[in-house]
Nanobody
């Protein structure tokens, strides 16, 4: 049974930083591309960052240069360092395995990020 547990969200002022964590179980973590997604109120969930099993990364244009995705295979954990946060980054953030460009497993509970102006 796959479990994805996100943490690290919170309330931060614009320009601030947060570091999100996602602990995964029930998968061979090191083999998988992992992604961070977000869903803002009234909007569709979107992929904001992904990291391959070899450490290659890519980012949505909206977060490029501000967010950094990383992984620790020994801990089965993927991280998202978010700097220079903007109010438009406010959303619930989720992680998932990215498979053929799409999320593969059921979603965890997510972690709320709120950026105040």
């Amino acid at each position: 049974q796959v479990q994805l547990v996100e943490s690290g969200g919170g309330l931060v002022q614009a320009g601030g930083s947060l570091r999100l964590s996602c602990a995964a179980s029930g998968i061979i973590f090191s083999f998988n591309t992992m992604g961070w997604y977000r869903q803002a109120p009234g909007k569709q969930r979107e992929l904001v960052a992904a990291i391959t099993s070899l450490g290659g990364t890519n980012y949505a244009d909206s977060v490029k240069g501000r967010f950094t995705i990383s992984r620790d295979n020994a801990k089965n954990t993927v991280y998202l360092q978010m700097n220079s946060l903007k109010p438009e980054d406010t959303a619930v953030y989720y992680c998932n395995v990215v498979y053929t460009g799409s999320p593969r497993h059921s979603w965890g509970q997510g972690t709320q990020v709120t950026v105040s102006s």
